[in-house]
Nanobody, 125 residues
Framework: QVQLVESGGGLVQAGDSLRLSCAAS????????MGWFRQAPGKEREFVAG????????YYLDSVKGRFTISRDNAKNTVYLQMNSLKPEDTAVYYC??????????????????WGQGTQVTVSS
């Protein structure tokens, strides 16, 4: 079992940047592909970005490509989401999660387990 704790959310203006962090407990962090998801009020949870175990493979939701960057530091058991040029439509609770099949980066929430508690990102216009 891996425990995940997200941080770095906040209230910003459109065009600003934020960096989210997801700190994992346990010695097997590097064994998992990781994903960032978000959920806005009244909407389903959606995939934002995913990263392979080594960090060599990175995948993004089309609407965040070129603005968001996912990265990981396996020595620090942490995955990051750098968010630039934020838009009001990016407002949501952001979650990180470990992939159920450790080597596969999937866009489906059901393919992930070990979710964090989430961090709120609010972007004002």
């Amino acid at each position: 079992q891996v425990q995940l704790v997200e941080s770095g959310g906040g209230l910003v203006q459109a065009g600003d940047s934020l960096r989210l962090s997801c700190a994992a407990s346990g010695r097997t962090f590097s064994s998992y592909a990781m994903g960032w998801f978000r959920q806005a009020p009244g909407k389903e949870r959606e995939f934002v970005a995913g990263i392979s175990r080594s960090g060599g493979g990175r995948y993004y939701l089309d609407s965040v490509k070129g603005r968001f960057t996912i990265s990981r530091d396996n020595a620090k058991n942490t995955v990051y989401l750098q968010m630039n040029s934020l838009k009001p439509e990016d407002t949501a609770v952001y979650y990180c999660a470990t992939a159920r099949m450790s080597s596969v980066v999937s866009t489906r929430p059901n393919d992930y387990d070990n979710w964090g508690q989430g961090t709120q990102v609010t972007v004002s216009s």
